[in-house]
């Protein structure tokens, strides 16, 4: 089956413009997550969403915005791009039903580069 | 809340040898423990999954042991390889209330040299 698709891979913007990033995931898997991963640093939790909901959301500030949609796929804004906002952002879907540990594993996608200047 | 910690220090080894990658937890007790891959530029890749009553796991070279006393999850690649060069990252299981937020440690880089 098809993995986690994420558009566009690469992207480069200027300080001040604001950006938006998709992420089709994994037929069945309702639950989609974002991360931030910039230079040297570990994955920083963004938000996840579960049924066009925002169900957890990390500590960033509310330039970082989200949504989904029926089918379950994602997009992501960043406004007001800062040089900061650099970095690899990492989609992942899962089933996250809490029912079952399996449920919680996650599949992502190759990411999508972004490049503020 | 509950913590997680790797060693932030690369680990650097000869091809060969075993690679030992260690996951401490604090605050709490974690019912399963995830294990993912991460190669630079790219998502992290879903290794194993080993539950507080499993004490160990294997899956071809790999093999992961759970100490519920040590409060530590290690992460065994025998017979390691350079394709086996990569950042591995361990997460718990969400926190109670905040099902789908997973929070990974911050990651051990293995280097295998040939």
């Known amino acids: 089956k098809a993995g986690v698709t994420q558009t566009p891979r690469y992207l480069i913007k200027t300080r001040g413009q604001q950006v938006t990033l998709s992420c089709s995931p994994i037929s069945g898997h309702r639950s989609v997550s974002w991360y931030q991963q910039t230079p040297g640093q570990g994955l920083q939790f963004l938000f996840e969403y579960f049924s066009e909901t925002q169900r957890n959301k990390g500590n960033f500030p509310g330039r970082f915005s989200g949504r989904q949609f029926s089918n379950s796929r994602s997009e992501m804004n960043v406004s007001t791009l800062e040089l900061g906002d650099s970095a690899l952002y990492l989609c992942a879907s899962s089933l996250a039903t809490g029912r079952n540990s399996g449920a919680n594993v996650l599949t992502f996608g190759a990411g999508s580069r972004l490049t503020v200047l | 809340s509950q913590k997680i910690e790797q060693n932030s220090e690369a680990l650097n080894i000869q091809e060969g040898k075993t690679a030992t990658l260690t996951c401490n937890y604090t605050?709490?007790?974690?019912?399963?423990l995830q294990w993912y891959r991460q190669d630079p530029g790219r998502g992290p890749v879903f290794l194993l999954l080993i539950r507080e009553n499993e004490k160990e796991k294997r899956k071809e070279r790999l093999k992961v042991t759970f100490d519920t006393t040590l409060k530590q999850s290690l992460f065994h690649i025998t017979a390691s390889q350079p394709a086996d060069s990569a950042t591995y990252l361990c997460?718990?299981?969400?926190?109670?209330?905040?099902?789908?937020?997973?929070?990974f440690g911050q990651g051990t880089t293995l280097q295998v040299k040939p």
């Open positions: 997460a718990p299981p969400p926190e109670p209330g905040n099902t789908g937020k997973l929070i």
């Open positions: 605050n709490y007790s974690p019912a399963y």
